[in-house]
């Protein structure tokens, strides 16, 4: 922690003392007290709010007005605002601010760091106004002692002066320093110093000449979290898909004192608040609503202690690290969140900008260094960005997913970060609708071509030695398995018809229709007889191969069916003819019928040997 | 199985039965695959994506430094934060296969623009590989018997709970690939050995210089394949073929082998390689004898150059051997490799190879647990390879019959049996259905042409009456196959039971049944170790129990003294007598070797058996096997081990004992027990006024399992 740091603190009515102008400073609205000076103690980040009435009392118009801050402060200052006081209450963010700038007038003390705010009119003689300004500091309490164990109560020590600080003579202030606990160890006693349960406040004292400073010391009891992010890397992820992914890498400390000597599990365990006092265990993260797939990680693997709570305004995520974090302990962790795409991307002047938050979502949480990262999709281009304050930022590339030259990535850096500075910055870039598809495009294509070679592969003949024996051989026994195959064909095409002629005999018993018998027979001999056309040229190539002798036999079985079909048909066509009696006709053609059923059986089970080559 | 009968189904589109069949069995295939992936995903969907255990730590540390820093820094990659202050050649001491074929999959992932974690990549790799194996089961099943075999075969293997064990998502361990790598190696030997082709023997030997690149059980094949070639030429069946397989593969292998460094020369200079190496010769011998017969016409002439040549070689090899063993060329025998041929070796001779239980012999359990019906079908499928003998069914049986009876040596061994069993019963039942369904399709085609030819019932029973032999027996047929698929579909429940509640545990994250059935996790494993990560300094040594130190490595980041890698005994010996010491001589171990941390693993408070009091013993014994100061005896009360009131005094004064019990006398542990009841062990604890003098308690988890002490700097001496 600095070495030292003393002063500082605010709020002042004052004349401005440079000589050329003269400007003062009036007493304050609230509560009948003059002008006021708050100082917020209640966590580890330390905010003065201070609202100041500025009076011209010179001749000459004034439109800006200057705040000094001692350098060991400045160097702490996180964030600085100034706007306009409308009425009760502490600043808020307002509807506008005043512009502040740092200034660096001439013949002032080298020690001081200066900003000037510039008023929205410039203020005649005898004119008034009256503004809000709120500093906020980081690391600016420091731990006394230094080292505690853990039953001990960490103690902070806080040093400033119970001055308004200003190049301006003060007319009247007076300082309120509210703590967290109203357990003081000390504080520095001067004239008008009363406490009021956990707030001390100094004054009201009246016409400070300007640069006027007495210090004043508090020493505190604070067990509120330090927490303090070494490193936080935000990435924000836009899909056009409908998903804004957010994922955060914290590297988190506990910036309060160390601890030191043993760490009694048992103790923290049986009696946690006592033994366990300076420690803190968990963080809470509002996120925004409608966030989902939230997840809580760190580089070992997932951390089951979170608890997720969600209503229609905000999703409260309650993270607790792996163990209890004392003085200087260390974790790192990542979470990471969705967000629907409707509610951070709009488009304006066929641009597309994001509009989204700035720092983390983690409550009081001191940031020293930020990185935003906004990766937007392939082929954005055009990029700019809006941020409500200065931020240092470079462009980089990440490749991702299925990218092939990589998404551009807007990168933000910003140091000393606090939850003030949770404001909406907007990234604006073109992008064209078609370059949507061009991701599922790819892996539609990758798989097209996947299966074309596979087509290809399986039709194409990749062989190298289109004249080696084996090749030839196997070329012989492709064309052979073919023709076996037409042959089956043509004979199952037999066995059809067969079955056919046996319906119409049944037909036959069942109407008499001996026409219709009659026809069907001519049509069966029509096929048949192409049939055994066709089949002529397949047998006589299949003559040379080995299994000849089996599609012979076949082939020579069918005929055999086929004939003996062919005569029973005849005879009960007969039969019928000179209308014999159907037992009769049944046993004419019992015999035949048997041969029929056993010959049937051969052409099958030969069929199916033949199919098993 | 369902292939055949499938087929028999679709027998009406006669037209295209061959494309059907081939749909059918490449659908089936697909399915399996994707069936032995996903059945390994338990571990992601219960606990999440990590990596399991203690090894697959080291490998995952391994394959992150192999990604980020190139192959070349990881081969001379020296270890600076294991065995401190030795040190580890990681890149020379270790098998690379499977970091490189992971970095590899990452490598390759990454140029299809797939932006994926390593860890990601590691996690899948074994559920991956067993996705592969199934296919590779499937061919091979298909070579030693047929299709069907090969279909059943995949399928047994994509659930066996032995192989799944050691391949679930996150056991990112080297069996992950190497069963996919061994059996490969087997098949591609078999179909060169069928085929007698140089390719498939070259083909073979690549396979086999994976397999030596990614585990140590590459000597199972090393002299398996020796063996078997060596009982073909017994049996008369030497072949022109085997002699191109064989000698292919043994020195294109060999040649390869000794590219991977860890393995270097042992294939010339180990006695565990000898066998190979003998069996090449004998393979010279006999084609020079085939030779020599082929051009003498005259059998007596024959048979005496026969006995001349061979007493020569016999000698000339054991004269060979002698001398190489003599001038210590050659090395003998390992210890590990005589704990393999004879398992009560290991309990007397090397108490760190019996320290670990999955080197314990293995109990009729496991088998029933990790084989189910297997256990039954292979003796049957034994049966039918024997029935049918071939070069391909006695090489099946007789990697079988060995790697069974390893399996009874170890219990991690299972593993290497797992796809010998799953192929001899998948050809067990695939011949008895196919048997059956033949049965039962012969009698259903009469009854078919039966019906249709109404006329000729009786002429198509008495095609039938030439089975009629054996009554009922359709109906017999039809209740075997159904008692088949019964137990096929109990091995399925079986096996899916076993996965989702044995082995699809990280063991890093312990998960327990709360008082209200709900889930408690206990990851006090990681917080411990991010722990150290994020609060030691980088530089801070911290001593354990040898079985932590990958995982402190990998997920702490810091440096230990020993860990995994069990190459030097003494060190861990050292650390044994340290945690087996009084405090003050701890301590004096302690800061010789420079450690700032001491870590322990505690279950009294959550029941949590494995932890390192009970492994207490086999510290006290590796510690005494070196230092003769360390006593069993001093820590048993009547050859009991006791933490009570009981216990010996040294036992209730060791460094272990105290860090362990530390402030834990004051803890209540259980409603209507005393303070100090220690859960794990049942009793109440016998020292519960445990001071520590030069260690200092730093952190110990939510569940108390770990425990980190702080040494403390050495008092000023004045």
């Known amino acids: 922690m600095e070495s030292f740091r003393f002063c500082f603190l605010m709020l002042t009515i004052a004349i401005l003392a440079s000589p050329a102008l003269s400007d003062l400073v009036l007493s304050k609205v609230d509560r009948r007290r003059p002008y006021v000076l708050q100082i917020y103690l209640t966590s580890h980040i330390v905010r003065i709010s201070s609202t100041v009435k500025v009076e011209n009392a010179g001749p000459e118009k004034e439109s800006l007005v200057l705040l000094a801050f001692p350098e060991q402060q400045a160097k702490n200052m996180a964030y600085l605002m100034a706007a306009p006081h409308e009425g009760k209450g502490k600043v808020k963010n307002p509807v506008v601010a005043l512009p502040v700038k740092a200034a660096n007038p001439k013949d002032m003390p080298a020690a001081l760091t200066f900003y000037s705010v510039s008023l929205p009119q410039g203020l005649a003689e005898g004119d008034s106004f009256t503004f809000d300004v709120l500093a906020v500091f980081t690391h600016a309490l420091r731990p006394i002692p230094e080292q505690i164990t853990q039953a001990d109560i960490q103690l902070v020590l806080y040093q400033d ?112 608040i006592v033994r366990g006092a300076s420690a803190f265990r968990y963080l809470v993260a509002n996120l925004p609503p409608r966030a989902h797939s939230v997840y809580y990680r760190d580089e070992i693997g997932n951390i089951s202690t979170s608890h997720l709570r969600g209503d229609s305004k905000k999703t ?37 900008f994001l509009n989204i938050t700035f720092s983390s979502p983690m409550v009081e949480l001191v940031i020293d260094a930020l990185i935003v990262k906004v990766v ?42 606090v939850p003030e500075h949770n404001q909406f910055f907007q990234v604006y870039y073109h992008f064209s609708q078609l370059s949507m598809l061009r991701e599922p495009l790819m892996l539609i294509s990758g798989f097209f071509f996947f299966f074309v070679a596979c087509i290809v592969y399986m039709h194409a003949d990749i062989s190298i030695s289109k004249s080696s024996a084996s090749y030839l051989a196997k070329r012989q026994w492709e064309e052979v398995q073919a023709v076996v195959q037409q042959v089956q064909n043509i004979i199952s095409r037999c066995l059809t018809i067969h079955d056919n002629l046996e319906a119409s005999l049944r037909d036959l018993s069942r109407t008499g229709n001996i026409q219709a018998c009659k026809a069907a027979r001519k049509a069966a001999d029509g096929l048949l007889k192409e ?43 007969d039969g019928y003819e000179k209308k014999l009696g159907a037992r009769d006709i049944e046993n004419r053609v019992a015999l035949q019928q048997q041969k029929l059923t056993a010959l049937r059986q051969e052409v099958d089970d030969l069929l199916e040997f033949i199919d098993e080559i | 199985m369902s292939n055949s009968s499938t087929s028999d189904l679709l027998k009406p589109f006669k037209l295209k039965t061959k494309q059907q069949e081939l749909l059918i069995r490449v659908s089936i295939l697909c399915l399996v695959y994707i069936l032995a992936f996903i059945t390994r995903l338990f571990s992601v969907l219960r606990y999440e994506s990590m990596i399991h255990e203690f090894d697959p730590y080291f490998n995952y540390r391994t394959t992150l430094y192999l990604t980020q820093h190139g192959f070349y820094d990881f081969w001379n990659w020296f270890d600076y934060e294991s065995w401190y202050p030795l040190g580890r050649i990681v890149g020379g001491t270790l098998y690379p296969g499977l970091m490189v074929t992971a970095a590899l999959i990452y490598r390759l992932l990454h140029f299809l623009r797939f932006a994926v974690h390593i860890r990601e990549v590691c996690v899948l790799t074994a559920p991956f590989f067993a996705s592969n194996t199934t296919l590779v089961a499937y061919f091979f099943g298909k070579e030693i018997w047929d299709s069907g075999a090969g279909l059943v075969a995949a399928i047994l293997i994509a659930v066996c709970p032995g192989y799944i064990s050691r391949s679930v998502a996150g056991s990112y361990d080297n069996e992950g690939v190497a069963i996919f790598a061994l059996l490969f190696t087997f098949y591609l030997f078999v179909k060169a050995v069928n085929t007698g082709s140089l390719a498939w023997g070259l083909a073979s030997a690549f396979g086999y ?135 009560t070796y290991a309990k007397d001779h090397i108490p760190i190879i019996a320290s670990v239980s999955e080197h314990q012999p293995t109990a009729w359990s496991s088998f029933m647990f990790d084989f189910h019906i297997l256990l039954f079908l292979f003796p049957a499928g034994l049966y039918f390879c024997f029935k049918r003998l071939s070069d391909a069914t006695i090489f099946i049986v007789m990697y079988g019959l060995t790697s069974m009876y390893f399996a009874g040596v170890m219990v991690r061994l299972i593993l290497v049996a797992t796809p010998a069993v799953c192929l001899i019963s998948a050809i067990a039942v695939s011949a008895t259905v196919k048997n059956l369904t033949v049965l039962l399709r012969s009698k259903n085609k009469v009854a078919q042409i039966g019906s249709t030819k109404g006329t000729s019932s009786a002429k198509a029973s008495s095609k039938a009456s030439l089975d009629q032999s054996q009554p009922f027996q359709k109906n017999g047929a039809m209740a075997l196959l159904f008692g088949a698929f019964y137990l096929l579909s109990r091995y399925a429940t079986h096996c899916t039971w076993v996965t989702s509640e044995a082995y699809s545990s990280p063991s890093i994250v312990l998960a327990a049944r709360g008082a209200h059935g709900n889930r408690v996790i206990f990851d006090d494993y990681r917080e411990a170790y991010f722990w150290l990560w994020q609060n030691t300094p980088p530089d801070a040594k911290v001593m354990s129990w040898w079985d932590y130190g990958y995982q402190i490595t990998a997920m702490g980041n810091r440096t230990v003294i020993v860990d995994n890698n069990t190459w030097n005994n003494t060190h861990i010996a050292t650390v044994g007598r340290a945690m087996s010491s009084y405090e003050d001589e701890a301590y004096e171990i302690i800061r010789s070797l420079d450690v700032d941390y001491v870590l322990v693993v505690f279950g009294g408070v959550t029941g949590y058996s494995s932890d390192d009091i009970n492994k207490f013993l086999w510290m006290v014994r590796i510690g005494g096997g070196v230092f003769p100061v360390i006593k069993e005896p001093d820590y048993l009360v009547n050859g009991e081990y006791r933490i009570d009131k009981g216990a010996a005094p040294k036992m209730l004064n060791c460094l272990m004992y105290k860090l362990s019990y530390y402030r834990f006398g004051e803890m209540m542990t259980e409603y209507g027990k005393p303070p100090g009841y220690d859960r794990a062990r049942g009793v109440e604890i016998g020292n519960k006024n445990i001071k520590l003098e030069h260690l200092e308690e730093a952190f110990t988890t939510s569940n108390w399992i770990v425990r980190i002490y702080k040494v403390k700097p050495p008092n000023n001496r004045w």
């Not at chain 1, 520095?188 to 009363?194: D, G, I, Q, R």
């Not at chain 1, 209890?324 to 641009?351: C, N, V």
């Not at chain 1, 809006?386 to 990535?409: C, N, Y």
Request: charged content about 20%; glycine content about 8%; hydrophobic content about 45%.
């Open chain 2, 209 to 343: 210089f994976y397999m030596v690149s990614a585990w140590g059980g590459y000597v199972f094949i090393i002299n398996l394949i020796p063996l078997y070639v060596l009982v073909l030429l017994i049996t008369g069946r030497y072949s022109m073929r085997l002699y191109v397989a064989y000698n292919c593969m043994y020195i294109l292998g060999m040649l390869l082998a000794m590219q991977i460094r860890f393995v270097g020369f042992q294939h010339v200079q180990s006695g565990e390689h000898m066998a190979a190496m003998g069996v090449f010769f004998l393979m010279q011998v006999f084609y020079f004898l085939d030779w020599v017969k082929h051009m003498l016409s005259d059998t007596k002439l024959f048979q005496e150059f026969l006995r001349i040549t061979v007493t020569c070689a016999i000698a000339a090899g054991g004269i060979a051997l002698g001398v190489g063993m003599a001038s210590g060329y050659i090395s003998p025998w390992t210890g590990r490799f005589y704990s393999l041929l004879d398992p």
């Open chain 1, 376 to 417: 937007l999709p392939e082929g954005s281009s055009d990029i700019s960005v809006a941020a409500p304050f200065p931020v240092e930022q470079w462009q980089e590339t990440k490749i991702s997913h299925l990218d092939i030259d990589g998404r551009p990535v807007v990168v933000l850096k910003k140091t000393n970060v």
């Open chain 1, 161 to 272: 002066s119970a001055h308004y600080l200003s190049p301006y003579a003060v007319k009247v202030q007076s300082l309120s320093v509210k703590l967290p606990d109203s357990r003081i160890e000390s504080y520095t006693k001067l004239e008008n110093t009363k406490i009021h349960g956990s707030e001390i406040k100094y004054g009201p004292y009246e016409n400070l000449p300007s640069f006027s400073y007495s210090p004043i010391a508090v020493h505190f009891e604070s067990n509120l979290p330090f927490a303090v992010a070494q490193e936080l890397v935000r990435e924000i992820e836009i899909s056009h898909w409908g998903n804004v992914q957010v994922t955060e890498h914290y590297k988190l400390i506990h910036g309060g004192a160390q601890s030191k000597g043993e760490f009694s599990r048992l103790d923290f365990l049986a009696r946690p």
């Open chain 1, 316 to 352: 409260e995520l309650l993270i607790e690290p792996r163990y209890p974090m004392f003085g200087g302990w260390r974790t790192a962790f990542t979470i990471g969140y969705g967000l629907p795409l409707q509610d951070f991307l709009y488009e304006s002047d066929g641009k597309r």
């Open chain 1, 531 to 573: 049939l055994s056309k066709e089949l002529k040229p397949l047998l006589t190539f299949l003559q040379s191969s080995p299994s000849a002798a089996q599609v012979e036999e076949l082939v020579a079985k069918e005929r055999e069916l086929q004939e003996k079909v062919m005569v029973k048909h005849s005879t009960v066509v």
